[in-house]
Structures are given as structure tokens and as C-alpha cells.
């Protein structure tokens, strides 16, 4: 298969690649200040003071909103016009930067989110929420996860989503629930149980909208990822006790929570690889950097059989990578999504897996400094390793995939 991206993908990618040069690379410490005052005030999860500037810019240029594509039934101000597949290299360059996709409002978890309501929501809920998150004027989150079970396995959710009269009655427990610490983080999509007792276990489900401030709401604490923190985003515990929301907030009617979810996690899943992609490529720029620059046992690292070796593995592991990813978003693009359903798990197993491992090489290249705060690989790395356990660890799809594999022989 022979992908072509069309002018106007190329014109954005340039552009982007601009963008990043001018105004996302040289602001690192800028960012790195800003968090430590902002924690420093009492507000690690307050919104940095540059991220507004560089919002305007992005909107200004036309970077904003590019990661959802068109889809049949949706209004011309819910889609930009790009593919998945014309999203892709836009998307992996956002990646090189773990926390540049926020500037153009293309940043996890609120592009699910605003899929979803997109999709799925009332013309009520649209307006109440979608158009202020395309607008990028609130943040929202997706609060799945649960400590108590293997929630890896969707049907096994337990939080209660209970009707009485006109409002829903909610009680669970859900933790990593990413982005909820934000300050501008307002509105949860939730998944819970309205009918527990359906002999259909993926009848079961509800997704709905849950307000930030609703009370009952409560948040326990942050949780890291491999001991690294993440303000200003945050991947929280929380508690839902007794919390009421109007019936009206229900996404698409009781029961259909486990399909809502299947049309959001595809896309979500083929984001974080796009992303993961070009962290590997920044991680693999840093490292022959690195190598070409320093000196050991009297020659160049560059220069010893072992580094060649791991450069020439990893550039093709993220080659691997990319045209599996390209190849699943040319599917999804012309078959739709639950088609795509294998390609969809194949690269969500080979994409972190693949790109771990070079940002663990490049680590290493650093030695002692590639542990340290004073590079992004840590960060790179913990994004890259929770890949393996977000939106369904790697043996749930490694099972989806031998299942298709050998449905016609069974």
C-alpha cells in the first residue's frame, strides 16, 4: 500500500514542523518554570500561563481540531476535514513533545471525548460541552478504570448508575483517570452499570456525563506513572458517592456504553501510537546526539559496533511502526473502525512495545543523565511503557488478534 499524503497535508505538516521549531521547543524551560511556580503558588494542575499564547497561535494558523475526521451524519463545525490517515503525521509530530498536543487541542483524553459527543451526543449535549472543548475553553476526562477489578476487561466495571425519577443515582470508584486534576477539567464521561442483571454482559453498560463539581465527586489523590507525576494533568482516584446527575446526561440510551466505548478507544488507541511514534524519533535524535558526542575506551560511541547496531534497530522499529500505523488508519478510514478492529489491536501491541525499547536505548546512551530529570526520556518512557496497560493491555489484544486469526478454522 502506497500512501501519498495529499498538498494539504503536506502544507500542514510543514507548517506544523514550523510551529514546534518556533514556539514548542524553545519554551521546554519556560514550561519546566512555569510548573515549578505554579507548585510553588499551591496549583500544580493550574493551567501554564504560556500554554494560552501558544493556543492563540495554533488557532490562528488553522493547527487546532485536527485530529477529528469527518464522519457520516456529523455538522460541517464537528469535523475538520482529515482522515486518520492524513492525521497521522500531523499527530506524530504533536507526539515528540508529550505535552504539545494540548496547544492544538488535539491532546488525550479530551479528543475521545469530543468523538464521543460528536457521535453519540444529544444536540443539548453538544452544545453544553462539545462546542466548548472544541473551542478549547474547558478540559474533560474519561473515567473508566476501576482499582477494585481487572478492568481490562470492560464487563467486569462495577460502578453503580442507578435511575430514580428524572436523574441518575452514581457510586464507584475509578482511578487513572487522566487529566482530572486539571483546573479546567469540568465534565466527566463516565462508564458504569445501569442494569448489572442483563443476561447480556455487554448490555450491562452506560456511558454519562458527569459535571467536575457535582457533589458527591471527590478526589482522592494523583496517582504516578512509574513514580513520575503529571501536572499539570493528573491521572487521579476518585470516589463517586451518591452523585446525581439529570437523566438527560445518559450518552445514547441504557446499555450502549460498551459500544460507545469500542467507537472511542479505536481512535484513542491509533492516537497514543501516532504519538508514541514521534516520541521514539525524538528519543532516537537525542541519542545519536549523543553518541556522536561522546567519547569512550578512546573512540567515539558512535563508532562502537553495539550503538550502531541498536541505531540501525531502532530506526527500524519505528519504521515498523509507522507503516502499521498508517496501514491501520487507512482502514479505519476506508472500512470503518470495527473492521479495523485487528489492525487497530496490532499496533496497539507492537507500537509501545517497539518504542520503549528505543527510548530505553536512548536512556542508556545518556547512562546516569538518561535517568535524570535533566532530559525527557523518563517522561518519554512512562508514557511509552503505560501504553502497554492503557486502552487494553497487550494480551487482551494479543487474544482479539489470534481470535480473528483462527475464527476460520474453529
Not at 294 to 315: C, M, P
Not at 328 to 336: C, L, R, W
Request: with cysteine.
Amino acid at each position: 500500500m502506497h500512501f501519498e499524503f495529499t498538498p494539504k497535508v503536506v502544507a500542514l505538516r510543514d507548517q506544523l514542523l514550523k510551529f514546534m521549531d518556533e514556539h514548542v521547543y524553545p519554551n521546554e524551560h519556560r514550561r519546566e518554570q512555569e510548573l515549578a511556580a505554579n507548585a510553588k503558588a499551591g496549583r500544580p494542575y493550574a493551567e501554564l500561563p504560556m500554554m494560552a499564547g501558544l493556543k492563540a497561535k495554533a488557532r490562528e494558523q488553522g493547527l487546532w481540531n485536527l485530529f477529528l475526521p469527518p464522519h457520516p451524519g456529523d455538522s460541517t463545525e464537528h469535523t475538520t476535514g482529515l482522515t486518520n490517515l492524513e492525521y497521522a503525521p500531523l499527530c506524530e509530530i504533536m507526539g515528540r513533545r508529550y505535552w504539545s498536543a494540548e496547544i492544538f487541542n488535539c491532546s488525550a483524553p479530551d479528543t475521545g471525548n469530543m468523538e464521543v459527543l460528536a457521535r453519540y451526543g444529544t444536540k443539548a449535549q453538544q452544545e453544553r460541552w462539545l462546542t466548548p472543548l472544541l473551542a478549547g475553553e474547558i478540559r474533560s476526562s474519561f473515567a473508566m478504570t476501576e482499582p477494585a477489578v481487572a478492568s481490562s476487561d470492560a464487563t467486569n466495571i462495577e460502578c453503580s448508575i442507578r435511575r430514580e425519577g428524572d436523574e441518575y443515582v452514581i457510586n464507584g470508584r475509578k482511578w487513572y483517570i487522566t487529566g482530572a486534576m486539571n483546573e479546567r477539567c469540568e465534565i466527566f464521561v463516565l462508564m458504569g452499570k445501569t442494569d448489572p442483571d442483563n443476561a447480556d454482559r455487554h448490555k450491562q453498560q452506560s456511558m454519562i456525563l458527569v459535571p467536575k463539581n457535582t457533589p458527591g465527586v471527590t478526589i482522592v489523590r494523583d496517582m504516578a506513572l512509574l513514580g513520575v507525576y503529571d501536572p499539570p494533568f493528573g491521572h487521579p482516584e476518585i470516589v463517586f458517592e451518591n452523585v446525581r446527575v439529570p437523566a438527560s446526561n445518559i450518552l445514547l440510551g441504557e446499555g450502549r456504553g460498551f459500544e460507545i466505548a469500542q467507537g472511542r478507544l479505536g481512535p484513542g488507541r491509533i492516537h497514543h501510537c501516532m504519538r508514541a511514534i514521534g516520541m521514539a524519533e525524538a528519543a532516537l535524535e537525542m541519542m545519536c546526539q549523543r553518541l556522536a558526542s561522546r567519547t569512550a575506551f578512546h573512540k567515539l560511541l558512535a563508532d562502537q559496533g553495539v550503538w550502531r547496531e541498536r541505531i540501525a534497530e531502532s530506526r527500524m522499529l519505528i519504521e515498523q511502526s509507522r507503516w502499521m500505523v498508517l496501514n491501520a488508519a487507512y482502514k479505519m478510514d476506508t472500512v470503518g473502525n470495527k473492521v479495523a478492529a485487528k489492525e487497530i489491536a496490532m499496533i496497539k501491541v507492537l507500537t509501545p512495545n517497539n518504542c520503549v525499547k528505543v527510548v530505553d536505548w536512548a536512556m542508556q546512551a545518556f547512562g546516569a543523565m538518561g535517568l535524570s530529570q535533566d532530559t525527557l526520556l523518563t517522561h518519554f518512557y512512562a508514557y511509552e511503557r503505560h501504553l502497554r496497560v492503557a486502552d487494553g493491555p497487550d494480551e487482551v489484544h494479543r487474544n482479539a488478534i489470534a481470535k480473528q486469526e483462527l475464527a476460520a478454522y474453529l
